[in-house]
């Protein structure tokens, strides 16, 4: 069984305790479905309190270690320290808030830009995934490592929709369709950072995505690389917390998929 570090110990510990009210708040769920606002303020609700134990398990265990979080906004650094949570305490609210079970909790360490940690952690199906820089990526205590498929016609592709009218959907349209007719298929999960834990774990060959912020992909982008894939941007661009896409994969599929993705919507559909 591998040995955890101190650091994602804490990291574990922190998630779990969060869990805990996330499960109970996603039980009782099923009793709120009456009116149309109450599930939402629930869910919100369910969210803050996540976030504020996540905020503080952190912080009693590393005092001055800075925070990103998605609801409560950023916090510096104090006393010295370069170091900074980023953390989203509910990554997959609309699942949440529709009784879909796939969400999780995410919360990554970065140091001067870059990702050292991140904990993805699944409360429904008990999935911890869990990465250190140059100490690999598990699930729970399995080692992970993703998977060695090199043809697009086998691979299964994650990645997010726009919605709410946010976002590109004339892109998006353009890349779906080039990348659903060379692929083996398309999964719209609703939760980046498991998309991302999926990519590490070899379920999906490949995820990409626009539009999303640090605190979705902190975690997963660790994960990826601990278990040797790689990510970018969407053109092949390196990435960093506030680029505007990912691309992350197995490493083998990367520039058939970076190609494909580049292609615009066919003629057909365009017309
Ligand atoms: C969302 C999820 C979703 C992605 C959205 C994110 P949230 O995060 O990761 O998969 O498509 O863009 O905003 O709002 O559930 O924390
Ligand atoms: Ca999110
Ligand atoms: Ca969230």
Redesign the pocket.
Same mark, same amino acid.
């Not at 509910?90 to 949440?96: A, E, S």
């Not at 719209?188 to 998309?195: I, N, P, Y």
């Given at each position: 069984m591998a040995t955890r570090s101190a650091l994602i110990n804490v990291m574990v510990k922190a998630a779990n305790k969060a869990a805990r009210g996330l499960k109970r708040d996603f039980g009782e769920l099923e009793n709120l479905q009456v009116s149309r606002k109450g599930p939402a303020d629930f869910v919100s609700a369910a =969210?803050l309190k996540a976030e504020k134990t996540l905020k503080e398990e952190l912080s009693h265990a590393r005092p001055g270690y800075g925070f990103l979080m998605?609801e409560s906004g950023g916090q510096a650094p104090s006393d010295g320290n370069t170091r900074r949570w980023l953390v989203?305490p509910?990554?997959?609210?609309?699942?949440?808030l529709h009784g879909l079970p796939q %969400?999780a909790i995410s919360i990554a360490l970065e140091e001067r830009g870059e990702v050292i940690a991140g904990v993805v952690y699944d409360p429904i199906k008990d999935e911890l995934f869990h990465a250190e820089k140059g100490g690999g990526a598990f699930l729970n205590d399995r080692r992970l490592r993703v998977s060695a498929r090199n043809r697009l016609g086998e691979s299964l592709i994650g990645t &997010?929709?726009p %919605?709410l009218g946010r976002?590109d959907s004339e892109r998006f349209l353009g890349e779906i369709d080039s990348v659903m007719q060379n692929t083996a298929g398309i999964r719209? /999960? &609703? !939760?980046? !950072?498991? =998309?991302l834990a999926y990519v590490a774990a070899g379920r999906f060959d490949a995820f990409w995505?626009w &539009?999303? !912020?640090a /605190?979705?992909i902190a975690g997963g982008m660790i994960l990826v690389r601990e278990a040797g894939g790689y990510v970018s941007e969407v053109n092949g661009k390196q990435i960093n917390l506030d680029s505007p896409s990912i691309l992350a994969s197995n490493n083998n599929i990367h520039s058939d998929l970076m190609k494909l993705l580049r292609k615009p919507l066919s003629n057909q559909r365009a017309q």
């Open positions: =969210d998605e989203d509910l990554d997959g609210t609309t699942n949440f %969400f &997010g929709a %919605f976002g719209r /999960w &609703g !939760s980046a !950072s498991l =998309d995505e &539009g999303l !912020s /605190w979705d």
